[in-house]
């Protein structure tokens, strides 16, 4: 018997269709292997390739846009909204429309071609985090921008166009629908209770168990109660916090290893998947803190999204999350 | 120079990005072609391999569940909800959730396994309309159900998993949230202006041309001015309407006559592209009748949709309204 979820935070309501239910195996698995490049712009060696690095840790104090760095951050060098110019808002009748005035930065994960967020150690994942949280601080500074969007693209089908691991951050002069929804959601729960949705979520799945994936002293992993994909997975931070460039480095650190688990239990149990990875965080100029709370969202790209989920907003999940998380649970890593 | 544009009934933000711009032959098209298959469950004269017929047009007076029809509608063999049960409402501690009660039905659009939406004729096209509004106000009748999802994936790519050209049905107890938000967003507009929304993107769209791509006396297809995808189109009565169960016969037979034309200008211009298309109607049983407005959606998949969207129902667009409706009424059918 098929049944409808809803998502405690948006309220937005999905399909778990367990008469029509798949398991791992059952899904066309698109594995994601990374083949060498030799004209990759984003190698040690290639820094001329891409724009001048904004920010690159470099232990041995080797120069700027050359070789011995662990990790760097450029401009996309094909960038959606541009940083110059003067934010300038229009009317068009009916319409209204702004000039693309925003920032498009690229964090090289790592000099080498091969390497992967669920490969690299802990440390230089943790480096991953760090890296997009001082660029956010950086960013921030600048007035016209409201929404700060931390995301990863792995594999082609889950639209990345370059194999070599990166992460991306997008400054937005305006807050998505979907963070704003997130948002007002939270909002809405915290005015009837006094109490934070995602703190409320956290306290009822660790209870309850079924839908945990894995967990540390800080972060804890687990498959939404109303997920929109099949196993969708959500990392959220114990500590009550609006704004992931406020987290404290340990919280950073902790994320970093449980993040690393959950993408290794992914790649045992759904071989090596495509995924997108989004940091939800709050809008940087609103004063939230009370009741949002930042977290991480993994969605593996398994099936096809169709006509039926643009039509509506509403979501078919043939895999339960409580089975989900129990493929991830017992995966061998 | 990209540009944000904002939905006026949905408040959603889109950025046309016209400096990654591409031209129809940029994209990765995948062009459907119909394979000839002979255990096609839709064929006349596999009418054993279905569900028993809930409808059908049968000019000659032939019996139920055999050939000599010109359109069927059975139930999905594997639905996503079904009809059968009581609605069970429960909470499971802060979360919300419901049985799975529903309807899930499959409109065979014509018994030729190589027919199309494009090349059916527009009585046949108009048969489907006529199918679906039947179907819809029978549907009605049961007081569960609070919307009802008229949609149709084209193409493997578009989510189809058959070939039989044919459109879905499917009675929700909710209302979806796409659905919500675009009625929350047309009330908004009436509040303020005691204007519907849609008739005022009508008036405009009219009076400007540039992203008009087809008309009649009654239906008017339109690039929309924020679009999420390259090539969304929408078909809107002029008639102020909020339900499509409640449009007249010629109102369909203008849209029959108008959607063949489009379609045609897609397949000339996109090759024959993969497509969705979506009826958006009012929720059935809420007074929205001098606010929201019924209209076609449809949507050639041409492009993946990444990380970027997901972390923010914020859409990446690289061909600008102005563009794709200049190339669709350029095309030559």
Chains 1, 2 share one sequence.
């Not at 498009?104 to 790592?110: L, P, Q």
């Amino acid at each position: 018997m098929s049944e409808l979820r809803k998502d405690p935070v948006t309220g937005r309501w999905v399909i778990i269709s367990t008469e029509r239910r798949k398991r791992p195996g059952d899904f066309r698995l698109e594995s994601v292997e990374i083949a060498p490049d030799d004209s990759c712009p984003f190698c040690e060696g290639h820094e001329g390739m891409t724009p001048g690095e904004l920010l690159a840790w470099r232990g041995n104090g080797s120069p700027a846009n050359g070789p011995g760095w662990t990790l760097r951050v450029i401009p996309n060098q094909f960038p959606v909204l541009r940083v110059e110019g003067t934010l300038d808002r229009q009317g068009e009748g009916l319409f209204d429309k702004m000039n693309g005035i925003g920032a498009h930065e690229v964090v090289i994960e790592s000099p080498r071609h091969g390497d992967t967020l669920a490969t690299l150690d802990a440390g230089a994942v943790e480096q991953v985090l760090w890296a997009c949280r001082e660029r956010v601080q950086d960013l921030k500074r600048d007035r016209r921008f409201r929404y700060m969007i931390i995301f990863k693209n792995h594999g082609a089908a889950a639209g990345a166009s370059l194999d070599h691991s990166h992460t991306q951050l997008i400054a937005l002069p305006i807050v998505p629908r979907e963070a704003r929804d997130e948002v007002d959601g939270a909002r809405a729960h915290y005015q009837a209770k006094e109490r934070c949705v995602f703190c409320d979520i956290l306290r009822q799945e660790q209870a309850d168990r079924r839908r945990l994936i894995a967990e540390n002293a800080d972060m804890v992993a687990v498959a939404p109660y109303a997920p929109r994909f099949p196993f969708e997975t959500w990392i959220l931070p114990r500590r009550h916090q609006a704004l992931v460039e406020e987290a404290p480095r340990h919280d950073l650190a902790a994320l970093a290893r449980l993040l690393g688990d959950v993408l290794r239990r992914m790649n045992t149990a759904l071989r090596l998947p495509p995924y997108n990875l989004l940091i939800h965080s709050a809008p940087v100029v609103e004063p939230v803190g009370d009741y949002y709370h930042w977290h991480v969202e993994i969605i593996p790209t398994l099936t096809k999204v169709a006509g039926f989920e643009w039509a509506t907003g509403f979501y078919l999940n043939p895999v339960a999350p409580e089975e989900a998380a129990q493929v991830l649970r017992d995966a061998r890593v």
